[in-house]
């Protein structure tokens, strides 16, 4: 069921949406999940339409990202010596419409842009506390990452 | 900085907004926080305008519930033996606009309805996986908890 993105080490899971008339419920992570590295934090980031919040780089920190409100795009860019997949960059969408989770390892380049006019949230599951030592960030125009906004 | 509500055993806990011009973050809940009890899973639950989720109780699961979107009611009724609260009914609401995590412990009554017309989404970190054995349910109407929706 997990569907493999690209850049190794990323992972994306179909997450499971129950329908019930008075309010849908969405699933976002078990402990069991495949991608799941052990708990620190839960938080919530929205993001309005069109703003970009990048780039970000964790040394330690495992995101597993869901968006049950809107729709964010999500692009990726890996600069890791010796991945196989070096250099690349990727892009996704998530939200209800295509419904998973996103396990983005430490040591990825990742950025966000909100999609929808109305709300755009996404929950990260970390596995450790936000610590500002472990976070690295670049400006969104940068010679590095080969990404137009 | 914890609030304590009124039944034993219920946490009510302001948790942080960190204003962005391209998106808040909210808070929900670190691994040291006042109420954690480990983590098994979480999910979210939305509820549409005027529906009511109710009653539920775990006879195991510890509940964690944040609001970032919209705004439910919570109530609560205390049928444990020996509580100090035992018999009394709380309501509260959460949201943006009252941003607190809600810890309800084991074997309290809980239902919720939503309040705002447009979107009430609930998450809930919880303390293991759902399952169906640890979970009881009654009516909403019914001649044990003295509450009218």
Redesign the interface.
């Known amino acids: 069921m997990d569907k493999l993105v690209y850049i190794e080490g990323v992972i994306l899971t179909p997450e499971k949406i129950i329908s019930n008339?008075?309010?849908?419920?969405?699933?976002?992570?078990?402990?069991?999940s495949k991608g799941y590295q052990?708990?620190?934090?839960?938080?919530?980031?929205?993001?309005?339409k069109n703003?970009?919040?990048a780039w970000k780089k964790h040394i330690r920190m495992t995101l597993n990202l869901v968006v049950?409100?809107g729709k964010i795009k999500f692009v990726l860019f890996d600069d890791r010596i010796g991945s196989t997949t070096y250099g690349s960059t990727e892009e996704l969408s998530l939200g209800p419409d295509n419904y998973c989770r996103l396990t983005i390892p430490h040591g990825i380049w990742y950025g966000f842009q909100?999609l929808d006019s109305d709300?755009?949230?996404l929950?990260n599951?970390a596995n450790m506390?936000h610590d500002d030592a472990e976070c690295q960030s670049m400006e969104l125009s940068n010679h590095i990452i080969p990404y137009s906004w």
Chains 1, 2 share one sequence.
Request: charged content about 15%; overall charge positive; some cysteine.
């Open positions: 008339r008075r309010g849908d419920i969405y699933h976002a992570i078990k402990i069991y052990g708990f620190g934090e839960v938080y919530f980031s929205f993001i309005t703003s970009i919040k049950p409100v909100g709300i755009n949230l929950c599951v506390v």
